[in-house]
Every structure is written in C-alpha cells, then in structure tokens.
C-alpha cells in the first residue's frame, strides 16, 4: 500500500508537466550549480543523444553494425559550414560574394538529405554483406570520409583540408540569433541556455520520430529484419530496401545534428570527426541498450558527462596525490570505454535499460544463435 | 621504369608484412567464424614490447646479433600470452551468443589495448634503435635496404613454415578439423579449446614478428600504428578469400603491390588532382570492391550465409 505522499511523487514523477519544466530549468540550475562551462556540456550531450538516437534506428532496429556513423555527422557539420561560411565564396570565384548563407531552415534539410544520401551510397554496395563485414566497411568508409575531408584543399580548395573552417554563422531562427544574450520578459538569457533550447527540441523532435518509427509498419519490419533476416524475407518484406531505408534514416539524423553542432560550434574540423567518435556514440547506445529509446538516452547522458566529470575530478586528485598528473583524464576516458564495452557484452549484453525484445533475444542461453 | 621497379619492391616488403598480420585475422576466422577485431593492437605491442627490449638489452651491452633474436622472443612470448588473454576473456564467453556481441568486445579490447600502450610507452614515436648498418643495396638504379630485404626473406620463410605447420603436423590437422566442423572434432577427441586457444597465439607471434618488421622498416613505432595496419591486414585477408591461409599470403601481398604502385602514379594519373595521402584510402575501396564483387575473395571458396 502506498502512503499518500509517495503517491502525490509517483504521479509527479509521471507527468508530463513536471519534466518539461525540469528540463526548462536545467540549464539555469546547473548555471547556478556548476557554472556556465556545463551548460555548455549539456549543450554537447544534447547532440551525442540525437547522434545515438539515429545509430539507434540503425542498430537497435535494424541490427545493422555501424562503425562509421561520425561521417553522417561530418558531412552534415561540413554542409552547414560550406553554405554558412565566406569559404566557399573564396574557394570558388564563382559565387556569391562572401557565401550564399541560406536560411537555417533550409540547411537543415538540406543536409540531412545530403546525409542521408551518403547514407544510401554507402549502403547500397554494403548491406549483401553479413554483419562483421558490415561493420569493417563503414568503418572503413568513416575513415575515407575523413581522409577526404582532411585532404581536400588541393587543387581545389573545398574543405580547407587539416585547418578546418572557421567563421560559420551562427544559428538564428527568424531573426533570433543564437549566438547573443537575448532578452525574454526582462531576464537575460544567454547564448548557450538558447542553443540548449534548441537543442532539446531537436532531440524531443527525434524521440518523437524514433517512438512513431518503433511500433510503424517499418519499424516492426526492421526488427524482423534484425531477428532473423531469412525468416523477414521470407514474410514478403523487402530487405534490402528496408535496411538501406534504416541506413539513410539514421545518416539524415546524423546529419541534422551535424548541422546544429556546426552552427553550435562556429567552426568544424576534420579532428572532430575521428573514428573514436563513432566507437562512442556506439558505446551509448550499446551501455544504454540497443534498441531502447530510454536506454539510449541515458546512456548518452552518461557518457557525454562522465568524461567531463573525470576531467574535473582525475587531474586534481592525481596532483594531491602524487603531485603531478600521471594518467591524462582523456586517456583514462577510453580505457574506462573500452572496459565498459567488455564488462556490459559479458555481463548485461544487453545494456543498463534494455528493451524487452533485445533482453530475449541477447539476454537467455536457449533463445541464442547456434554457431 | 625504375620508379616502378622501385615502388615493386616496396609495395612487396609491405605486403609481405600484411600477409604476416592477415594470417592472423583468417586463421581466427578460419577457425571461429570471427572477426578479432584487436588484432592490430597485438601487432603495435609486439613492436612496442620489442623495442623497449632492445633499448634495455642494447642498454647492458649484449651484442646487437644476439639481442634481435632475444627481443623478438621476448615480443612474441608476451602477445602469445596477449593472444591467449584476449581469447580467454573477450572471446571465449560469447562463443554461442550473437555475432554482434564478440564483435562489440573485441572493439573494447582493442580501445583498452591502445590506451594501457598510450599510457605505458607515452603519446610519441619510439625510434626503433638503429645497431645494424642499413646498407642500401642498388641494383640498376633500384634501392633496397637491408632491413627490407631481411623483412621480406623472413615473411617468406615464416609462411612456408606455418604452412607445413597447418598441413603436416598433428596441430595443424587438429587446426583444420575444428574450422572444419567443430562438434566433428569434438566427437574425434580434439581439445577444440586447446587447439583454439593455441591459434590465438600462433596468429599472436606472428603479430608480433609483423610489428617488429614494421617498426624496424620505418624506424618508429606508435600507440596508434596497428590500428590502420590491422585494417589493412583484414582487407588483405578479404582479398584472399578469408578463412583460406594461401589467401592471406597472396592478398597481402598484392594489397602491398596495389598500394605502393597506386601511391606512386595516382598523381600523375590523375593530373595531380589526387597526391600520394590519398594512400590510406585505397585499402578501404579495394575492401568495399573485393565485398560487392567477389566476397569470397581471390582464393576463397564461397561462404555460406550464415543466419
């Protein structure tokens, strides 16, 4: 029996309500709390959750192995920066004085499609394949888009090759740039509360869409197609066409928040986009749970905390300790990773909130594949 | 000519050392049906093990001729025990579980692996110590240094003997029939668990002897170095058709042959659009074409899809 109280919480704690003001509040709280940096960090781990929301949908929907999720992000972080940068403008005479400077609203789509497409691209030769091979290929497809990126100033000076592009244009949404303290009835809001505004509804936006996914048509295709594939085609689904749609879904997620994080950061580099990148938005999804949306969300906040709470917490612990600093937080960071990665696959392969159908199908010894 | 005939003999020194490390990927997978993703990590601590050996041996006076063979020992003496570990732990629990799960470990041995070498042997390059006078050879205008040619006679020698190995030996039969069928090898009373663990460690030497190589051809070793090297060695492996060791061989050795021969004339075959840093890249279009093509590779026979 529950006492009044607990229940009055219960119901808190279930509505709707309460959690959007909490989220509302979060950046001013933790502005109070732990001063602006963590805004900021909040600000990142709002893009790690879209990033792991769409390998999701890539993953935990469709089972599909990808190691080369970053480059969606890249070319989406490099479509905003093209088209909202001079560089172009320097690099090819042609245009526009200073840049062509589309509108946000039309960027983003853009560059989710044009994400997507690499989506597709990289798909359509792939997806015959079984799923190690899978992942060796995206993987090496992560590190082509990379290896472009970094080489591409020459002869024709397209990305600006190690030195990245810098001078972006902000986000601003109808006249309301992101980038400056904006008054709201009289209370001053600063730049990074705006983007992290910006950024929950972008998330929220793609919850909604993995939630509609999930239980559509497509979505329970998907999992048969993860389940087992024969068995999927044999039920009349389309395999191949349901599996590259998995792949351009989550590379036009990718995409997106390439873009946001382009306009976010003002400046995009090659070196964001390396392949340890892509190894943690899997960690988050993998240590949430495959397949679950609040898994993966959580499993995002985590990671994109924890480091910062290691960086916070290692190096003066190291200086007490010993007097200098022995392990570096960064280094540290992976190994905890890697470790994660180990310990969750022997222990809970199934992650920390698994869905139910992955807890079956990972989780008992009798429902396992054969070798 | 002479370019060609040069970038040759590089493009076959490299790919003989490919060769060595994709033995490794297809003897596992001939055996377990997977990927060991840490592969390349085994071959970078060869190499770091190797050469902190020798500065230690070079460092009390032992004879450069007597402290190669010694750190080579001592390298390949700690991957077997890696190879073995690494199996025992990542591997060995997920043998009945779903393919994605050994996959997932294996990238979490290897993130593991890199970062205990970052923090033991430090973010730079180690200069492999230098004892022999690397005298260059020139044969009509065509350079090749003693090291490469030591590196490739070696590859070749430890080839041949893996070979006998696998089809002369009571291992080697007892190797075949586990990648066979196991439950049939079971049933004939081979110890699948020795024979498997005892194929980590074959792969694991050769990792090791692999790393030496390369450390020693380009002078430096470094934390990240087997990543990029690991996955040159799978597509070599792919190549070959994987599972099948002749495969291996002969697919390093033309991912070698491909690499160094594209590095030397893409540019010119370009028009200077695209210049030798687009080397890495190759790799990974030969991998993506080799799948789409010919999945079961030069050599290989076809593979079975399995559910």
């Known amino acids: 029996m529950q006492n009044a109280p607990e229940k009055r919480l219960h119901k808190l704690l279930h509505s709707r309500s309460f959690w959007v003001c909490a989220l509302l509040l979060l950046p001013f709280a933790t502005d109070a709390l732990l001063g602006h940096g963590w805004v900021r960090i909040l600000d990142f781990a709002m893009l790690y959750i879209m990033l792991a929301l769409g390998l999701n949908i890539v993953i935990g929907y469709a089972g599909l192995l990808d190691l080369g999720y970053i480059a969606f992000f890249a070319v989406g972080a490099y479509c905003y920066a093209l088209t909202g940068s001079p560089h172009l403008a320097t690099a090819f005479p042609l245009s526009i004085e200073g840049g062509v400077h589309w509108p946000f609203w039309v960027v983003l789509p853009f560059a989710a499609l044009l994400a997507g497409g690499f989506g597709i691209l990289l798909g359509a030769p792939t997806l015959r394949l079984r799923g190690d091979y899978l992942a060796i290929v995206t993987l090496g497809f992560g590190e082509i888009i990379r290896i472009f990126l970094n080489n591409l100033n020459a002869p024709v000076n397209l990305t600006n090759g190690p030195q990245g592009i810098s001078r972006i244009d902000p986000v601003s949404i109808a006249n309301l740039h992101l980038n400056v303290t904006q008054p709201l009835f009289g209370m001053e809001i600063p730049s990074v509360h705006l983007y992290f505004y910006l950024f929950l509804s972008f998330t929220w936006l793609v919850i909604l869409a993995s939630k509609r996914l999930e239980k559509s048509r497509i979505g329970r295709a998907w999992m048969a197609i993860r389940e087992d594939e024969i068995a999927a085609a044999a039920m009349g689904i389309n395999t191949r066409n349901l599996k590259l749609l998995a792949f351009a879904m989550g590379a036009a997620f990718g995409g997106a928040s390439g873009a946001l994080f382009a306009g976010f950061q003002g400046f995009v580099s090659p070196e964001s986009f390396s392949l340890m990148e892509s190894i943690m938005i899997l960690c988050m999804v993998v240590l949430g749970g495959m397949g679950n949306i609040a898994g993966v969300i959580l499993g995002g906040v985590l990671l994109a905390i924890l480091p910062e709470m290691l960086r916070h917490s290692v190096i003066p612990l190291q200086q007490g300790l010993f007097g200098k600093i022995i392990v570096d937080p960064e280094s540290l960071r992976m190994l905890l990773f890697g470790g994660a990665l180990i310990v969750m696959m022997l222990y809970r392969p199934a992650g920390l909130l698994p869905s139910r159908v992955r807890r079956r199908e990972l989780g008992s010894d009798e429902m396992a594949e054969k070798p | ?307």
């Open chain 2, 1 to 307: 000519m002479e370019t060609f005939l040069q970038q040759l003999i590089n493009g076959l020194v490299q790919g003989s050392v490919y060769a060595l490390v994709a033995l490794g990927y297809t003897m596992v997978y001939g055996i377990l049906g997977l990927i060991n993703f840490a592969h390349g990590e085994v071959v970078m601590i060869g190499a770091m093990l190797a050469i902190s050996s020798l500065n230690v041996l070079l460092g009390n006076g032992v004879s450069p001729l007597l402290a190669l063979p010694l750190c080579a020992v001592i390298a390949m003496l700690g991957c077997m025990a890696l190879g073995y570990g690494i199996e025992r732990i990542a591997y060995r629990p997920l043998r009945h579980a779903p393919r994605l799960a050994p996959l997932i470990t294996a990238i979490g041995v290897s993130i593991v692996l890199q970062n205990l070498a970052m923090m033991i042997w430090g973010r730079d390059y180690l200069p492999f110590p230098k004892f022999f006078s690397n005298n260059p050879h020139s044969f009509g205008g065509v350079i090749i240094s003693d090291i490469q040619l030591l590196i490739f006679v070696l590859a070749l020698t430890l080839m041949g003997l893996l070979l006998l190995l696998v089809q002369r030996t009571r291992l080697g039969r007892a190797m075949r029939a586990v990648a066979e069928n196991q439950q049939a090898a079971l049933l004939m009373g081979v110890d699948i668990n020795r024979v498997i663990s005892l194929t980590f460690m074959l792969g694991s030497a050769l990792a090791a002897l692999a790393g030496i190589m390369v450390s020693a051809n380009y002078g430096l070793a470094h934390y990240y170095m087997g990543f990029l090297l690991g996955l040159k060695a799978f597509t070599a492996a792919v190549l070959g058709g994987i599972g099948n060791l002749k495969g291996a061989m002969l697919g390093g050795l033309v991912l070698g042959l491909i690499e160094s021969l594209g590095a030397g004339y893409i540019g010119d075959l370009s028009g200077g659009f695209f210049g030798s840093n687009y080397q890495d890249v190759f790799a990974f279009f030969i991998l993506i074409a080799v799948l789409v093509f010919r999945p079961s590779g030069l050599l290989g026979e076809r593979i079975a899809e399995r559910a």
